[in-house]
């Protein structure tokens, strides 16, 4: 069975940093695209960062970029987004996803569409105080 599970959510002061973790279970990375999204109260589900372990292509929401990464350790079958710079717009709750679907045509912006992913984490909340 595909599982994901993310870890590493919090409160953090704006400004500070934390890394939110993402473990899969049931299959390898190399095949899959994993993506992290977050949603805010009232708001909808949108895409922050995307990797796709085939070609190695990363994809950032312009929101984030220059603030946030996404990396991976596929002997741990661990995705990360390193969050840094935080501010209370962050705040949301934020779901790992994987996606099975050939996602290497698409462009950025395609690859952080949550219909593209059919395996999803429960959560976890981030929390950026002003």
């Known amino acids: 069975e595909v599982q994901v599970v993310e870890s590493g959510g919090g409160l953090v002061q704006a400004g500070g940093s934390l890394r939110l973790s993402c473990l899969a279970s049931g299959f390898t990375l190399d095949d899959y695209t994993i993506g992290w999204f977050r949603q805010a109260p009232g708001k909808e589900r949108e895409g922050v960062a995307s990797?796709?372990?085939?070609?190695?292509?990363?994809a950032l929401a312009d929101s984030v970029q220059g603030r946030f990464t996404i990396s991976s350790d596929n002997a741990k079958n661990t995705v990360y987004l390193q969050m840094n710079n935080l501010t209370p717009e962050d705040t949301a709750v934020y779901y790992c996803a994987a996606s099975s679907l050939w996602l290497e045509p698409l462009d950025q912006v395609g690859r952080l569409l949550p219909v593209h992913y059919d395996s999803w984490g429960q959560g976890t909340q981030v929390t950026v105080s002003s």
């Open positions: 990797i796709t372990m085939s070609d190695g292509v990363t």
